[in-house]
């Protein structure tokens, strides 16, 4: 029987959980789904990420309320994906902060990859007719942005870390507390998703970089928060150990002459003992694997998912 597409079977809520890492540090995780954050300083919020629609954004926003009413100034954007930008409308921020190689790929592919993710994981577009138009950022970065967050409350340090998830991915740190927002360059016991990513340089200079803050909260893109550093640098190491997986296993079949379609099953039967019950790795490994063989045939550039494209992929790997 065929697999169902991506997530599209996947209808259950997940149960969210709204944690407090430090004093004015919040981190929402829910079950593998994407998570979100926020920290504050001392007049004002930043939040981190914005889900898929203003709905699913007030959902979390209700849950932040609950333990501090001040304004949202910032929304920082960790990288472009539909699924954590597109409900910032419902953030009323002040500015919207995201890498300048972001912006570009939402003017480039944002509606494409609106479209595709919709067609993904149905589950996460709730009330997706609110959702007014492509998020763009107000405010780009090439390399490092600081938002002083007064008095006591310390510093936010937005840095890219070299090309890795996307060509554009931020992560966000406060030193403060050691909390370090990595936005989906690290899972914490979630599938990774490298559809549109760039294996060889995440899985080394990147992942490097992330791990020398040497954070003792990680709050990934999905999964639960990382707390310890003994647990930080699992979360980090096993983020590794999957794109090393891919890279060896994908790059034996492209070098052996071997087809997609072999690539993706040496792929899968590596993988799946040690990551296969983790959330979303049916779904990914496609995807992952045709943009990791699109790599090795030397195509940097990412070529972008369309609807259509995810379908013809699927078909060719999972079905
Ligand atoms: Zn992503």
């Known amino acids: 029987m065929a697999k169902p597409f991506a997530s599209s079977a996947d209808t259950a809520p997940k149960t969210e959980t709204l944690e407090i890492v430090a004093p004015g540090v919040y981190a929402l995780t829910a079950e593998g789904d994407p998570n979100v954050g926020a920290v504050e300083g001392q007049n004002f919020v930043v939040c981190i990420e914005a889900r898929a629609t203003p709905a699913a954004a007030r959902d979390w926003l209700g849950q932040l ?6 304004p949202i100034r910032h929304l920082v954007l960790t990288h472009y994906h539909a699924v954590r930008v597109l409900g910032a409308s419902a953030f009323n921020a002040d500015e919207i902060i995201a890498s300048d190689v972001t912006k570009a790929l939402i003017e480039e592919r944002g509606k494409e990859d609106w479209d595709s993710e919709f067609g993904r994981m149905p589950r996460l577009f709730k009330q997706a007719e609110e959702i007014p138009g492509l998020t ?11 938002i002083d967050l007064g008095g006591e409350f310390g510093m936010l340090e937005l840095r890219f870390c070299g090309r890795g998830h996307t060509a554009g ?3 966000v740190w406060h030193e403060k507390s050691k909390t370090l927002f990595a936005g989906d360059l690290v899972e914490a016991q979630a599938a990774l998703y490298t559809g549109d990513a760039f294996h060889m340089d995440w899985a080394s200079t990147t992942l490097d970089q992330v791990k020398a803050f040497g954070a003792e909260n990680l709050i990934g893109g999905r999964g639960a928060v990382a707390r310890g550093s003994a647990a930080v640098n699992a979360a980090i190491e096993q983020t590794r150990e999957f794109l090393n997986g891919m890279i060896e296993h994908v790059g034996h079949a492209h070098r052996s002459g071997g087809t997609l379609k072999q690539a993706f099953e040496a792929t899968h039967a590596a993988l799946a003992p040690k990551f296969g019950h983790w959330p979303i790795f049916e779904h990914c490994l496609p995807f992952n694997v045709q943009r990791l063989w699109d790599e090795f045939d030397g195509i940097d550039w990412p070529r972008i998912w369309t609807m259509d494209r995810d379908r013809e992929v699927w078909a060719q790997l999972q079905d």
């Not at 763009?136 to 600081?146: E, N, Q, S």
């Open 65 to 70: 309320r609950q333990h501090t009413d001040k």
């Open 136 to 146: 763009m950022p107000t405010r780009t970065f090439k390399a490092r942005h600081f």
């Open 169 to 171: 991915d931020i992560i």
